[in-house]
């Protein structure tokens, strides 16, 4: 049985709680949580291994300038969007969201035609179909 405690509101009332159900979901959200850990740190450990990053950026440092100026920009844009008054992040949502399923209408099937053998590669990097 799980402990339980009295709680007393005004003089004639007692609430009665249940400690012992919102303990027993703890140790499964704990175990999720530490394998998800477990795992992220295996995946980077052994992307550091097969990958070798650090040999690939001092060899090709603009590469690395490339990735902090992404995250620099990243991170101000992200800054800048959640100053925004909640009605402007909802509609550049919208927008963000509109612009990406147009790109994927578009990119989906120009990706998969992209891998038939009639398919070509216009001067533009667009696949182009040849009958």
Request: net charge positive; with cysteine; hydrophobic share 45%.
């Amino acid at each position: 049985m799980g402990s339980t405690s009295r709680i007393r509101l005004g003089s004639a009332r007692v609430v009665r709680r249940n400690y012992a159900h919102g303990t027993m979901k703890r140790p499964g959200y704990i175990i999720t949580v530490s394998l998800f850990a477990i795992f992220a740190i295996a995946d980077i450990v052994h992307d550091f291994i097969t990958n070798d990053p650090v040999s690939y950026f001092s060899q090709q440092p603009r590469q690395l300038l490339v990735v902090v100026a992404v995250a620099i920009v990243g991170g101000l844009v992200t800054f800048f969007l959640y100053r925004l008054s909640t009605h402007w992040q909802r509609r550049i949502k919208l927008i963000v969201l509109g612009f990406t399923a147009g790109f994927a209408t578009f990119a989906g099937p120009c990706f998969s035609l992209s891998f038939g053998p009639t398919c070509r590669t216009s001067l533009f990097g667009f696949p182009v179909i040849y009958f």
